[in-house]
């Protein structure tokens, strides 16, 4: 995909030329084609397989998915849907469209530990997960619609959009006093009617809502809002009479497609078909979809923070100031060691938690320790890496500040660090109280 790259992203694509190698070095050398005009077919039932996804993932985000990022700045809120339809033929032709998609649909069908790797590769660039159709939300609710959606459902809802077709959203979180970091303030509600469903509310922050085709809605149909259950899931076209897209929120972050928007559910009508799973079995179903999601979101982060130390390493390496280059300081070293060891415990907790979602085990304690973690962590290091490049990780001419800027949300996004910590902390006590009843 030949793109022009304006003047203004020079600096910034000299960095990517001069981080080409550095990125593709992290992995052994691979005998892949380069991209091509058809798309590449991957078998990955093996190590040495999912070994090569990562090396066509990380070719292809530095030959091609970078320098349209930064053409455009990282910001896709109101980017064109060509843009998308452009990065994931491009991802297509290399083969390694919708790698946790299963082959049933049309994907290369990789579990949580084999994708960690591929997924931060693909995050190197903000524009990474995008063309791989392994974004968030699409990315998420692809893996709940494979678990929970009937038969049905999958062929009109999960196959369009596994294979990049559509786009989708979901529609959970609500402008206060409703459902936020606390899912029980749910207040949107869903009322039964002899044609089906009525769903009335307001919910916000949606990512990807503008140009979605469809959201799973999660509305309250029993019980009051601070209830514990009594939600379902719906899934309604956004087409629908009476949803509306009331505004796209202006946020700190700017690179997901379709960015965040209100939305107003006005005597919205569905039928009985629109159900996803069971009546007030939603929450239930919310912890299928978001333990991975958070592992998701870990993975393709480490990417973005991954390339910002790469960044970093490569100014220490070049920039002489005090007789010295930066990376003779002692101080400049610390940082960087620090991010080395952010970055690698991070990759590990993320190990441990997908080899715990992929075997079935009790997941929850160590998704939200590895949430936690990681989006703390990732805010160091894109801190730190802004700090070694001083007055040039300010400015735009490299993508520091704008990786700074993306990261740092994560900290609230699918639970800020807070409520993790909470929950962290009562599961130890519930089980050291359990033990104490025990003897």
Not at 126 to 132: I, M, Q, R, V
Not at 269 to 296: C, H, K, S, W
Request: hydrophobic fraction near 45%; proline fraction near 4%.
């Amino acid at each position: 995909m030949a793109v022009q790259v304006p003047s203004a992203s020079l600096a910034a694509s000299r960095f990517a030329d001069r981080l080409g190698a550095r990125f593709e070095s992290t992995h052994r050398d691979s005998a892949v084609s380069r991209v091509g005009a058809t798309e590449v077919k991957v078998d990955v039932s093996d190590a040495l397989a999912v070994e090569e996804v990562v090396v066509r993932t990380k070719r292809l985000v530095r030959d091609e998915i970078i320098p349209v990022e930064l053409e455009y700045g990282g910001s896709a809120h109101d980017a064109p849907e060509q843009l998308r339809i452009d990065l994931q033929g491009a991802a297509r032709r290399a083969g390694v469209f919708a790698p946790h998609v299963s082959h049933e649909f049309g994907g290369l069908g990789l579990g949580m530990r084999d994708r960690a790797a591929v997924f931060e590769a693909a995050g190197y660039s903000l524009f990474g997960p995008l063309a791989l159709n392994c974004a968030a939300p699409d990315e998420g609710n692809v893996h709940l619609l494979e678990q929970v959606a009937t038969a049905a459902q999958k062929q009109m809802f999960l196959r369009p959009l596994a294979n990049g077709e559509i786009r989708s959203c979901f529609a959970m979180t609500e402008p206060a006093p409703g459902a936020g970091s606390d899912p029980r303030a749910l207040a949107t509600t869903a009322r039964r009617t002899s044609a089906g469903w009525v769903i009335n509310g307001r919910k916000w922050f949606i990512t990807g809502a503008d140009g979605a085709a469809f959201a799973i809605v999660m509305a309250r149909t029993s019980g009051e809002p601070g209830s514990r259950g009594g939600a379902t899931m719906f899934l309604v076209p956004l087409d629908r009479p009476g949803l509306h897209i009331e505004r796209n929120l202006d946020t700190l972050d700017v690179s997901m497609f379709g960015g965040h928007s209100e939305l107003a559910f006005d005597n919205v009508e569905i039928n009985d078909n629109a159900i996803l799973g069971e009546v007030d079995r939603g929450f239930e179903y919310a912890q299928v979809r978001l333990g991975p999601a958070r592992m998701t979101h870990c993975m393709r982060w480490l990417g973005a923070v991954r390339r910002a130390a790469d960044i970093a390493v490569e100014q220490a390496a070049r920039r002489k100031a005090f007789g010295a280059t930066l990376g003779d300081l002692g101080m400049v070293q610390q940082l960087i060691a620090d991010s080395e060891i952010d970055i690698e415990a991070s990759r590990a907790l993320t190990a441990k938690a997908c080899e715990d979602l992929d075997s079935g085990a009790p997941s929850a304690q160590i998704t939200s320790i590895a949430k936690t973690f990681v989006s703390e962590a990732v805010n160091r290091v894109a801190d730190r890496s802004l700090q070694i490049c001083g007055a040039l990780g300010v400015s735009a001419d490299i993508p520091l500040s704008r990786i700074f800027r993306e990261v740092r949300p994560f900290r609230i996004y699918d639970g800020p660090s807070e409520t993790h910590r909470w929950a962290i902390a009562r599961r130890v006590l519930r089980e050291a109280t359990r033990e104490r009843n025990d003897q």
